[in-house]
Nanobody, 127 residues
């Protein structure tokens, strides 16, 4: 059984930083795509950053490119998201999700494909 456990959310002022972590278990190999998704109140779920756990290829949504960095630690089976220069628009519930079917040309971060999902953690950016 795949389990994804997210942690690290909280309240931060605009311009601040947070680091989210996702503990991964239940996959029989490293051949999967995994990433971070968020859903703000009244909005659709969006994929913001994803990574191939085997080779490290990444995807970033334009809204976070240059501010967020996704990394994976294969030895510890974790995926992290370093979020810098946070903005009020980044306020949402963040959760990690994965797919057993990695995309051939790099992770798509397309939410319907990522069907293994963990619980969310709230990120609030406010002064």
């Amino acid at each position: 059984e795949v389990q994804l456990q997210a942690s690290g959310g909280g309240l931060v002022q605009p311009g601040g930083s947070l680091r989210l972590s996702c503990a991964v278990s239940g996959f029989s190999s490293d051949y999967f795509d995994i990433g971070w998704f968020r859903q703000a109140a009244g909005k659709e779920r969006e994929g913001i950053s994803c990574i191939n756990f085997n080779d490290g290829r990444t995807f970033y949504d334009t809204s976070v490119k240059g501010r967020f960095t996704i990394t994976r630690d294969n030895a510890k089976n974790t995926v992290s998201l370093q979020m810098n220069n946070l903005k009020p628009a980044d306020t949402a519930v963040y959760f990690c999700a994965a797919t057993r079917s990695p995309a051939e040309y790099g992770p798509s971060c397309y939410p319907p494909v990522y069907d293994q999902r963990g619980q969310g953690t709230q990120v609030t950016v406010s002064s």
